[in-house]
């Protein structure tokens, strides 16, 4: 949510929004100061990351995650996709039974992309494992578009220029 309040104090909100970053910008995030409180870029809190790259490293765990990294030539972001939509008993108080189904069968198609080598695009929550960043994957798709990774390279660069860079966080918002 961009709010102007004058043109010389432009201010933004980016909660729920997925934010385009290139990888070392993702992993250079301050860290929350509590576990309730989001990762930062300049002061601006980010809770949702959108990015594009190559996929190096799979881990998968049948029917409760697969791990894995997506490389976009500035670094590689550690993901995680949950596979335990159905099993898991916190999900099972917060959720309704339709749902929790709707959300196993998006998360078991998201798992069919991940494979070493595929070019594709992530989309989920900036948190941390054990400290780091990560993200908790809501879903991939694989790219076929041999111009996406550039695309995404410029479309990161120029959002960081424009928009992330010159903007102060309002409170109020």
């Known amino acids: 949510m961009l709010q102007n309040n004058n043109s010389k104090n432009p201010s933004i909100s980016l909660h729920n929004t997925h934010v385009k970053l290139l990888a070392f910008d993702l992993l250079t995030l301050t860290p929350p100061s509590s576990p309730d409180q989001p ?3 300049k002061s ?3 809770t949702r ?3 594009l790259g190559t996929i190096t490293l799979r881990d998968h765990k049948p029917s409760k995650f697969l791990r894995f990294a997506i490389d976009d030539g500035t670094g590689c ?7 335990n939509h159905l099993t898991s008993p916190h999900l099972a108080r917060r959720r309704s039974p339709q749902d929790l189904c709707l959300l196993a069968d998006a998360a078991a198609r998201s798992a069919e ?4 080598g595929v070019v594709a695009r992530v989309r989920g929550r900036v948190t941390a494992f054990k400290g780091r960043v990560q993200v908790t ?3 991939v ?4 578009d041999p111009n996406a990774e550039i695309l995404h390279w410029v479309d990161c660069v120029k959002l960081a220029r424009n928009c992330y860079n010159l903007v102060t966080f309002s409170s109020s918002s």
């Open 137 to 139: 994957v809501t879903d």
């Open 39 to 41: 990762f930062t870029r």
């Open 44 to 46: 601006i809190p980010i």
């Open 49 to 51: 990351l959108e990015t």
């Open 77 to 83: 972001i550690p993901c995680i996709l949950w596979l």
């Open 113 to 116: 992309v991940v494979k070493v």
């Open 141 to 144: 798709v694989g790219e076929r």
